[in-house]
């Protein structure tokens, strides 16, 4: 073969992976607006107030007959939904690896999801059960479609390519989450406006990002390509025992593992910091709804640019350093929040913006990094083992933070106390031999890691 038709072939090549990577980014465009609007935005209060209009004159409601507070309905019901999701991830994640066939399973799990967060245009009155049917059906297809969307990564990106393709990814997300987070505020202020109730303006609220969720990952299912794993697989086993089964193959790289475990800590802080932040925006500062809104998409939109500026850092310094530079990051705004005075809105923005700059960089970094530690085969297996600890097993910094805030009284020593997760994130992060533990995976180095 001649070097010309060499490089005719190279350039097809990257062609061919440049489109493919293009239709992956627009999976993230495509679900991001589920996290953002229905599950940071809308669906929480609104799934209580309808809970609240079914309880009894003492409160509760009965889903099955188990007596149930009204107002801790929609909490109960996302842990239930992670419960779900643990049992499935790991089983589809390993029917994927042995046959290869991801994209089908992808667009089962993003339309079964997008199904039933368009249906909840259908929850009014008081069908609170119908809502945590579906927030339950919407959340745990939400984490199987993103574990499958993850593990593509690996097949789509070089090592050299990936941090910057995995901040692209994560740059889709917020940008996406941003645009349809103002759409949906404009309906939801001036829904007199439109002529709709608040209630109807919420249900197309909820209903639209189900709608966009779907429309959007027809790019992707047209983009992306199945690709048979080698060595195959033939495990049948359920999913609770293939989760054993992938920790048992897990142990086998203990340099993989030692970076989940990083990772599991540092992101229960990131999560414990999202989740959080508005309550203690609201208790602790004194700060109205329309300012906790807002904070929320001004970090929708920094995020855009905090992932694709430490993408670009990524490329200097390698992804280990840049994660390690968050932490630090995330650790001295915890540090400024502490300060925050109560009723000063501006400065409850300076915070929100600190969060932006470093939550999408230190999302997307992570994802791409522990890609170069996967076993060439597993990788839809070994994200579902990632995924969970990204969504399943973010449970120590909320206790930590209520218990805080229990024995003290104060928000503040709540919200200071996590960065505990960060600087022992960083320790362990720091501690893993990243280059060894590439090449002990039987990946190739990249030069800036």
């Known amino acids: 073969m001649g070097t010309e038709t060499v490089r005719a072939v190279a350039a097809d090549e ?8 293009r239709g992956w980014y627009f999976y993230d465009w495509a679900c991001s607006v589920y996290s953002t609007s229905v599950l940071t935005v809308f669906l929480g209060p609104y799934l209580t107030s309808v809970a609240e209009h079914a309880a009894d004159a003492d409160g509760f409601v009965h889903p099955l007959g188990i007596p149930v507070r009204a107002g801790s309905f929609f909490a109960y019901t996302v842990s239930l939904s992670v419960i779900v999701a643990v049992v499935v991830m790991p089983l589809v994640g390993s029917v994927a690896d042995r046959t290869g066939r991801k994209k089908p399973l992808l667009g089962a799990a993003a339309y079964v999801g997008a199904a039933a967060t368009a249906a909840m245009f259908f929850l009014d009155g008081d069908r609170y059960l119908l809502g945590g049917a579906l927030l339950i059906v919407a959340n745990a297809a939400s984490s199987v479609a993103t574990m499958l969307y993850n593990s593509y990564l690996p097949q789509i990106a070089p090592p050299e390519e990936r941090d910057a393709v995995s901040s692209r990814g994560w740059a889709f997300g917020y940008a996406a989450g941003s645009l349809v987070l103002v759409a949906n505020l404009v309906l939801y202020s001036a829904h007199d406006s439109f002529g709709l109730s608040e209630t109807a303006a919420v249900r197309i609220c909820l209903a639209s990002a189900g ?34 089964a992938t920790v048992r193959d897990m142990r086998r ?31 602790e500062l004194g700060l109205g709804q329309s300012t906790l809104i807002g904070a929320v998409l001004l970090v929708q939109v920094l995020a855009v640019a905090g992932a694709l500026a430490m993408g670009r850092l990524a490329r200097t ?22 300060f925050l005075p109560a009723g000063a809105p501006m400065w409850f923005f300076v915070l929100a913006a600190g969060i932006g700059l470093v939550l999408g960089g230190s999302q997307a970094l992570s994802r791409s990094l522990f890609s170069h530690l996967v076993p060439p085969g597993k990788e839809a297996e070994y994200f579902a083992a990632y995924e969970m600890s990204d969504r399943g097993m973010s449970w120590l910094g909320p206790l930590l933070f209520g218990v805080t805030y229990q024995l003290t009284g104060s928000y503040r020593s709540a919200i200071i106390s996590l960065v505990a997760f960060f600087v022992i994130g ?3 992060l720091a501690r893993v031999p990243v280059r060894r533990a590439i090449g002990a995976a039987g990946n190739p180095v990249p030069e800036k890691i």
């Open 211 to 244: 709608l966009w969720w779907g429309a959007f990952t027809l790019v992707p299912l047209r983009r992306l390509r199945d690709r048979r794993s080698t060595p195959a697989r033939e495990s049948t086993a359920p999913g609770l025992r293939q989760l054993a």
């Open 317 to 338: 310094y390698g992804a280990q350093r840049t994660i390690l530079g968050s932490l630090v990051a995330w650790t001295v705004t915890l540090a400024a929040g502490y």
């Open 426 to 428: 960083f320790v362990l």
């Open 253 to 283: 790289h203990p340099l993989t593992l030692s970076f989940l475990l990083a990772y599991l800590i540092y992101n229960d802080g990131i999560q414990t910091v999202i989740s959080q932040a508005s309550v203690y925006g609201s208790e």
């Open 14 to 21: 990257a062609a061919e992976r440049r489109r493919e990577q």
